[in-house]
Structures are given as structure tokens and as C-alpha cells.
């Protein structure tokens, strides 16, 4: 007998996260990630999430379950190409998977935000935690955060066959805005098509 959905806390996520935010990337988003980076997908995801957690234009909220991260999402509220990216990745895993990561993550990405936007850059749940609410308060946890900063908009892109994610986004609002299709995105990741999805905050 269930004794019913386990509680979790959503909170601001600190630096000694990293590694539990890395762990839930990989397993909620292996598919693309493991294309990008390969092996060194862990230890790359967690540089980066170290790196980002310094960063005054990023946000990072996790999801905990008696004291452990099961879901993780990371806001964008000033993303501007970022020019370190390749080293970041070759000082963990070599110039190889950093110009493979490139390759990869150019198919999937949003490119510079507007002033009056947030950006979801990814957002995960492990296994055990799914269908509880974790992946709807952390999205929430991230609109309120867009307002505060002053955005009046939250976007974000899935992948045309996450019918689940796809209707998590649905019913909290955010709206289809436009179809990409990439060749580059259907040899790399076998992804046909991604969409991007869009919500008004008022």
C-alpha cells in the first residue's frame, strides 16, 4: 500500500550541488548530453554547473527529497554567447569533445535572449521523484524568478515527440510558438523536430 507522494523542498541551488545537478542532467537529458560530451558527460556537466552557479545572469533551483537532489532546472536571464565554453569542456575531457559539443549543442540552441525573456536551459527530474509535482514547482520556481528579475516572458524548447514534457508545459501555460526542423539535429540526436514554447507572465 502507497503511502502516498513523498515531500520535497525547492530551493536556490548552491555550489556543492554540482555534482547532484550534474547526475540528474545526465540521467533526465542523457540522450542529448551524451551525444555532446561523450564519457566525460558527468564531470563536464558538473564544471559547467559550477561555472554557472558563479555566473549573475544564471539560475539554478533543485528539487530535494530527504535531503537529496531529484530534480534540477537552470534559468537563463542574461545569456549572451558565451566565448569560454570550448575550454570549460576541454580542461574536463579534451579539445575533441569540446569541438564535438559544439557541434552537437549548436542544433539545439536559442541564441541571445531578448531583454523582457527568461530562459529554461534545461529541466530534470530522476526517476523516483517523476509525477509528484517536482518538475511543475521547479518550472514555477523559475517564472517567479523571471519576475522578480523584471522579464515578462518565459521560454524554453522540447523536443517534438516529449508528448510528457509537452503537456507538463501545456498546463502551466506556455504556448507553441515555432517548429524547428534541423538536419544537423536529426543525424546528431535523432531529434525530427523541437519546439519552442513560450509563456506571458502577468
Known amino acids: 500500500m502507497s503511502d502516498g507522494p513523498e515531500q520535497f523542498d525547492v530551493r536556490r541551488a548552491r555550489p556543492e550541488d554540482a555534482a547532484a545537478i550534474a547526475t540528474v542532467q545526465e540521467v533526465a537529458l542523457g540522450d542529448k548530453f551524451r551525444a555532446a560530451y561523450g564519457r566525460a558527460t558527468a564531470r563536464v556537466l558538473a564544471a559547467l554547473a559550477r561555472h554557472d552557479l558563479r555566473h549573475p545572469g544564471e539560475r539554478h533551483f533543485v528539487a530535494t527529497m530527504d535531503g537529496a537532489v531529484v530534480g534540477a532546472v537552470h534559468l537563463a536571464l542574461d545569456q549572451q554567447p558565451d566565448p569560454g565554453f570550448p575550454d ?11 569541438t564535438r559539443a ?16 527568461a530562459y529554461v536551459q534545461s529541466l530534470g527530474v530522476l526517476p523516483r521523484a517523476r509525477r509528484q509535482g517536482v518538475a511543475t514547482a521547479l518550472l514555477a520556481e523559475c517564472e517567479e524568478e523571471a519576475r522578480r528579475a523584471g522579464r515578462r516572458r518565459v521560454t524554453l524548447w522540447v523536443t517534438g515527440d516529449n ?18 526542423r534541423s538536419i544537423r539535429a536529426r543525424l546528431l540526436l535523432k531529434v525530427t523536430s523541437t519546439l519552442l514554447m513560450e509563456k506571458a507572465l502577468v
Do not use: K, N, P
Open 163 to 180: 508528448l510528457a514534457a509537452t503537456a507538463l508545459y501545456e498546463g502551466r501555460g506556455y504556448r507553441v510558438r515555432r517548429r524547428r
Open 102 to 117: 559544439v557541434v552537437v549543442l549548436s542544433a539545439l540552441a536559442h541564441g541571445r535572449l531578448e531583454s523582457d525573456e
Open 88 to 98: 570549460r569542456v576541454a580542461t574536463e575531457a579534451g579539445w575533441l569533445c569540446a
